[in-house]
């Protein structure tokens, strides 16, 4: 098939990555000239694994293309993907400025029968707006058609290349059929394509996140009630995600959540139900336990050192997850910042995400290179992003190389009683 991806982003780029992998030919848009030239080059501006290796053997078989050139684009593809950021507003909801220009520029553009696809996560009622405007634009016969994503940061490809569910949102056969047929090759082991109205898919992507979000802030939140009355959230969690009604997964306990996408849906979501007169209580809550969490590990210093004016922290991982370098809404920042107005000097390390991090910190945090000479002259280290890399770490180095032998271990990697074996002075959430 004939494609157009505009905008490549981390969602239209893996989006359009993928689609060629699977034979289609298309054609990546953005406007950003220089961003074109490097993945003309077959370089990636983003970290995600895999990612720069399929781009370069798409462009190769030609696959492939970049090009800040939109109307040319639009006239030779056939299925036209909307994949543009919809950051936060000041009032929390999605901003769609991008998305309804793009659709105007399309609209302009257009030579024939399209469909137009909102692959960008937009509020429910984006598939009308984006209607009307391309009615406003053209006489060609067109279909909209939602179609969100649903990719993790570190796993996009696999995610893309083998979903668990597409889910569909159409209003004519014409535009379910085109993309049915696009996304067969995707689901031959079985898993659904999901056709539904416009209006419930784009509430599909808001409602999944939402429900992983709460999860994640319930579970810090029973995390938090084990420190107060000596439990053990390891056996909290163990006990709870066996019941097959729950299930394992998002139960971990730390720092609290971040990145692109929770912390944006979560917001947007609350704000387009309460322009319909809901109060989505459960979603206010999820947001303030997610905030206050972030800042948990800086209290439990505050409270170990007393003063933190001149003591040395060093931070292992610096992005809001592994595998990825976005730190957006990432627990690091406040709790860096946190520890920056305290008087503390910061000493840090991450595997990909140091080049944003100095973009975040200036020179106001002193990045390393190697995990171990963040901790040269340390008073604590702290583990922020669970990287594999800090999963075994040489202790007897580490103990040698930090000024006092203190480890605040925000994601529960570690166990307790070895680091206390080994002469630590050990802080983890929701355990003794």
Same mark, same amino acid.
């Given at each position: !098939?004939?494609?157009?991806?505009? =905008? ?126 391309? +009615? ?17 940061? =570190? ?40 056709? !539904? ?78 322009? /319909? ?50 730190? /957006? ?34 020179? +106001? ?31 007897? +180095? ?12 925000? +994601? ?21």
């Amino acid at each position: !098939m004939k494609i157009a991806v505009v =905008g490549t982003g981390y969602v239209g780029l893996v989006a359009g990555t993928c689609f060629a992998e699977n034979g289609n030919d298309v054609i990546c848009v953005d406007k950003d000239p220089a961003k074109v030239r490097l993945l003309q080059r077959g370089k990636v501006p983003i970290y995600e694994p895999g990612l720069e290796e399929l781009v370069r053997r798409n462009r190769t078989e030609k696959r492939l293309t970049f090009t800040t050139a939109l109307d040319r684009a639009v006239q030779q593809s056939q299925i036209l993907f909307i994949a543009v950021g919809t950051p936060t507003g000041e009032d929390g909801s999605a901003d769609l400025q991008h998305v309804m220009a793009v659709a105007r520029d399309i609209g302009r553009a257009m030579n024939g029968y399209k469909v137009i696809v909102n692959k960008s996560t937009v509020p429910v009622g984006t598939a009308a707006k984006v209607r009307e405007v391309l +009615r406003r634009e053209t006489t060609h016969p067109f279909s909209v058609v939602s179609n969100p994503e649903f990719l993790k940061q =570190g796993a996009a490809i696999d995610d893309f290349l083998k979903p668990d569910r597409v889910v569909i949102g159409a209003e004519d056969p014409r535009g379910a059929e085109l993309m049915t047929e696009l996304y067969a090759p995707f689901t031959r082991t079985g898993a659904p394509i999901m056709l !539904m109205d416009c209006p419930s898919a784009e509430l599909c992507k808001y409602a999944a996140n939402a429900m992983l979000a709460t999860r994640i802030s319930f579970m810090n939140e029973v995390s938090n009630v084990c420190e107060a009355v000596g439990a053990n959230v390891d056996e909290v969690r163990r006990a709870v995600a066996s019941d097959r009604r729950i299930g394992a997964s998002f139960l971990f306990p730390g720092v609290g959540y971040g990145g692109s996408c929770f912390p944006k849906d979560v917001k947007a979501m609350v704000k387009f139900a309460g322009a /319909r007169n809901y109060d989505f209580e459960i979603l206010h809550a999820v947001e303030h336990v997610n905030e206050r969490q972030k800042v948990r590990l800086f209290a439990k210093m505050k409270q170990h050192f007393g003063s933190l004016r001149g003591k040395r922290i060093a931070v292992w991982g610096l992005a809001f997850k592994p595998k990825t370098d976005d730190m /957006r809404e990432a627990p690091a920042v406040p709790l860096i910042n946190a520890l920056l107005e305290a008087g503390a000097d910061v000493t840090a390390y991450d595997p990909e995400a140091i080049k944003v991090a100095r973009s975040i910190f200036g020179t +106001r945090v002193d990045f390393k290179e190697k995990s171990y000479e963040a901790l040269a002259g340390a008073d604590a280290v702290a583990i922020v992003t669970e990287w594999h890399e800090f999963r075994e770490p040489d202790w007897t +180095r580490i103990k040698k190389l930090l000024k006092t032998p203190v480890v605040f271990d925000g +994601r529960n990697i570690y166990n307790p009683e070895h680091l206390r074996g080994q002469g630590f002075t050990y802080y983890s959430m929701g355990r003794k």
